[in-house]
């Protein structure tokens, strides 16, 4: 595609409930990040995926927090038993090779846990 | 460890004048650099790159690995300069660490 593109642009839902985010990166780019950014705080790292390769999982804060990414295509981002504090945009982007190359990034989904 | 350090979370200046954004870093290896710009209701973009010296929208942004900072400079600041600014670095290539932000104001 032209952009990387997010889905949904935003989300509430229930705090316990299970959220699925979705990320589709440029067409051809190797590597996806996942990002959050809490109200007035800077971008945290999640999870990068790069081509085939095991995805480095280092920045996930707790177990309820899952990421999959099927060979070069659409990743999905799983909250389970949303937290207040889990409210933030969630950010993906994408690269073709390395970070290096400066990202791409999508629009971003706005989740609001009540 | 690598870390990313912006000191103004808010900047404020007059169309015309000079702006420096601040940027300071920590990482023990030889870091790349970077300015991502967001601009009102778009989506956070790439600004420049150190790894280029190049210069966008007259902004530019040299490396002092004795200060370990990495400050963006305009000499003469626009409305449409108005953003959020986030600095950030890439120690080994597979990812970036950004700094907090700062939220530049251009007044006319």
């Known amino acids: 595609g032209a952009g990387v593109s997010q889905s949904p642009s935003n989300k509430v839902t229930e705090k316990g409930k299970d959220v699925e985010l979705r990320c589709d990166p440029i067409s051809g780019h190797t590597a996806l990040y996942w990002y959050r950014q809490r109200l007035g705080q800077g971008l945290e790292f999640l999870i990068y995926?790069?081509?085939?390769?095991?995805?480095?999982k280092s920045g996930l804060p707790s177990d309820r927090f899952s990421a999959e990414r099927t060979g070069e295509s659409v990743s999905t981002l799983t909250i389970q038993r949303t937290q207040q504090e889990d409210s933030a945009v969630y950010l993906c982007a994408s690269t073709s090779r390395t970070a290096l190359y400066g990202y791409t990034f999508g629009s971003g989904t706005r989740l609001t846990v009540v | 460890a690598q870390r990313v350090t912006q000191p103004e979370k808010l900047l404020s200046v007059f169309k015309g004048a000079p702006v420096e954004l601040k940027c300071n870093y920590s990482y023990s290896g030889s870091p790349e650099l970077f300015w991502y710009v967001q601009y009102s209701r778009q989506r956070l973009q790439l600004l420049l790159r150190h790894i280029s010296r190049e210069s966008i929208k007259g902004f530019t942004a040299d490396l002092n690995k004795g200060e370990t900072s990495f400050h963006l400079k305009k000499p003469f600041a626009q409305e449409e300069d108005s953003a959020m600014y986030y600095c950030?670095?890439?120690?080994?290539?597979?990812?970036?660490?950004f700094g907090e932000g700062t939220q530049l104001t251009v007044n006319p």
């Open positions: 995926f790069q081509g085939n390769s095991a995805p480095d």
């Open positions: 950030a670095l890439s120690g080994s290539g597979s990812r970036l660490t």
